[in-house]
């Protein structure tokens, strides 16, 4: 039985979004976005280091659920 390597599926690269660039797809100021984060409202966001990032796919699943 010849051992034959398996070969890895590519993946896909996702972007994150900045809150100037979901502001920008969902066409509300930057400061909207704020305070939905501070409310609990509002697309997922997640914070890396000391900034404030958002999955396209979790934006745009939030806009289909509206």
């Known amino acids: 039985m010849t051992n034959t390597p398996t070969v890895p599926r590519p993946r896909t690269v996702t972007v994150l979004w900045s809150v100037e660039d979901a ?3 969902l066409r509300v100021p930057p400061k ?3 305070e939905w984060r501070y409310k ?3 697309p997922p966001s997640h914070r890396i280091g000391r900034y ?3 999955m ?3 934006v745009h699943a939030w806009v289909r659920s509206r």
Request: proline residues 7%; aromatic residues 20%; charged residues 25%.
């Open 23 to 25: 502001a920008a797809y």
């Open 32 to 34: 909207t976005l704020y």
């Open 40 to 42: 609990g409202d509002g």
């Open 52 to 54: 404030v990032r958002y």
């Open 56 to 58: 396209p796919e979790e």
